[in-house]
């Protein structure tokens, strides 16, 4: 089952299931292209996951770490499915990053590995847009990572069992394919990720663990239309402007 908030021509923010590009919720039958699509849900933190692709972390130059590299989203930073995003002037490396996220049910601490399961509601689809400028200065990467509108999230909540093992991360850049990964690729994979993130951290419901990008990040420009797809989810879409 897939779950998509959104905001009918009333103004109303509805939930409902989604397919085949129709939404039923409240009652009624809407067409997807007839509502804006919202993030599917409303985290309190986005907690990422930084070279979690043996690739990628290669070709940013960097080591693969021994322990999970997290670091912090806000709020501020999210945007929705067919949103545009306006990100920051000046910089010549603004770069894009598919990932899968996980969507958490519950407010949880110190899960273990084999519970993981329990607290997990769906997934989604993010774009970690990077200010490379800034984060290859700084430490702690609220520059490069934190700025308004750096999270697209969506377009829907995928339940589990809708995810395969090893379903394809990909990105498209005004049709052009440039990521294609596999969740077999990830380093740390999403149990793991968990009992680390919840040793230090109490989630709550909503909150989105995005789980790492593969290879293949490359620079957006002024006016790029982008797509990020992760099987068994769906496609997020969204503008850029700089």
């Not at 080591?63 to 002037?89: M, S, Y």
């Not at 934190?146 to 990909?170: C, I, K, M, Q, T």
Request: one cysteine or more.
């Amino acid at each position: 089952m897939k779950r998509i908030r959104f905001k009918e021509q009333t103004g109303s923010t509805r939930v409902g299931t989604y397919q085949d590009g129709m939404i039923d919720a409240a009652g009624r039958t809407y067409d997807v292209d007839d509502v804006d699509v919202l993030p599917p849900c409303s985290p309190s933190k986005i907690v990422c996951v930084g070279r979690n692709y043996a690739k990628h972390a290669e070709e940013r130059g960097n080591d693969v770490p021994d322990r999970p590299l997290l670091f912090l989203k806000p709020p501020n930073t999210l945007a929705g499915h067919d949103d545009t995003i306006r990100v920051p002037e000046g910089k010549e490396r603004i770069d894009h990053e598919a990932e899968l996220c996980v969507v958490i049910s519950e407010q949880c601490r110190n899960v273990s590995a084999e519970n993981a399961e329990d607290v997990i509601e769906g997934y989604t689809c993010m774009n970690d847009v990077s200010n490379r400028d800034d984060q290859d200065k700084e430490t702690n990467w609220v520059r490069g990572k934190a700025f308004d509108n750096s999270a697209p999230l969506g377009p829907v909540l995928a339940s589990p069992d809708e995810l395969p093992a090893d379903a394809y991360v990909r990105t498209r850049v005004n049709g052009e394919l440039r990521q294609d990964g596999s969740l077999e690729q990830l380093i740390f994979p999403i149990p793991e990720l968990i009992e680390e993130i919840t040793t230090y951290l109490t989630l709550e419901p909503g909150d989105v663990i995005a789980t790492g990008t593969p290879d293949g990040v490359d620079r957006l420009n002024d006016g790029d239309e982008v797509e990020i797809e992760v099987e068994g989810v769906g496609t997020l879409s969204h503008r850029v402007v700089q």
